[in-house]
T-cell receptor, first 114, second 111 residues
């Protein structure tokens, strides 16, 4: 099976712009979670989607939003970018069936805000 | 209660030595405890995981020890190799959701 894929891998934006990141989960996985990783804050949970519905949400401002499509692919959007949004954005997929809790990460999208 | 504490922040071990990383949690609802390994420029990779009904799980050179009463778990890397040099994260979750990660431990294995 192919792993979790994320596009683009690198992105440079300026303050005030908006950005959309994409994640394709492992085939058959219906849950997609998004995380922000920074050197100072570590891995912070943004939100989780399951069957096109947001199931859980972390403590991030409303500028961060997401959605999931019927094929389980997910997108994350950040509006009005701030310098502090520079980070590695990671997507993780999991099956959540058969009692499996395993979560598999993609390579991430490195966002730099200038 | 959602926090997972991890120590040490960084660790230097000689090749062939044992690396030990410790984590502690508060929420007794957590029912799944994975460890992830992350190399620079890569996403975290699932290394090994344990559930609270087991006190120890071993996969190759990697062992998780779990102490339910103390709400602690640890990762032991036996015969540590330079290729093990990476950042390690512990995590906890419940109901297959709500993953909470520790802050990470940067491991350096000297040749």
């Amino acid at each position: 099976k192919a792993g979790v894929t994320q596009t683009p891998r690198y992105l440079i934006k300026t303050r005030g712009q908006q950005v959309t990141l994409s994640c394709s989960p492992i085939s058959g996985h219906r849950s997609v979670s998004w995380y922000q990783q920074t050197p100072g804050q570590g891995l912070q949970f943004l939100f989780e989607y399951f069957s096109e519905t947001q199931r859980n949400k972390g403590n991030f401002p409303g500028r961060f939003s997401g959605r999931q499509f019927s094929n389980s692919r997910s997108e994350m959007n950040v509006s009005t970018l701030e310098l502090g949004d520079s980070a590695l954005y990671l997507c993780a997929s999991s099956s959540t069936s058969g009692g499996s809790n395993e979560q598999f990460f993609g390579p991430g999208t490195r966002l730099t805000v200038l | 209660q959602q926090q997972v504490k991890q120590s040490p922040q960084s660790l230097i071990v000689q090749k062939g030595g044992i690396s030990i990383i410790n984590c502690a949690y508060e929420n007794t609802a957590f029912d799944y405890f994975p460890w992830y390994q992350q190399f620079p420029g890569k996403g975290p990779a699932l290394l090994i995981a344990i559930r609270p009904d087991v006190s120890e799980k071993k996969e190759g050179r990697f062992t998780i020890s779990f102490n339910k009463s103390a709400k602690q778990f640890s990762l032991h890397i036996m015969d540590s190799q330079p290729g093990d040099s990476a950042t390690y994260f512990c995590a906890a979750s419940y109901y297959g959701q709500n993953f909470v990660f520790g802050p990470g431990t940067r491991l350096s294995v000297l040749p």
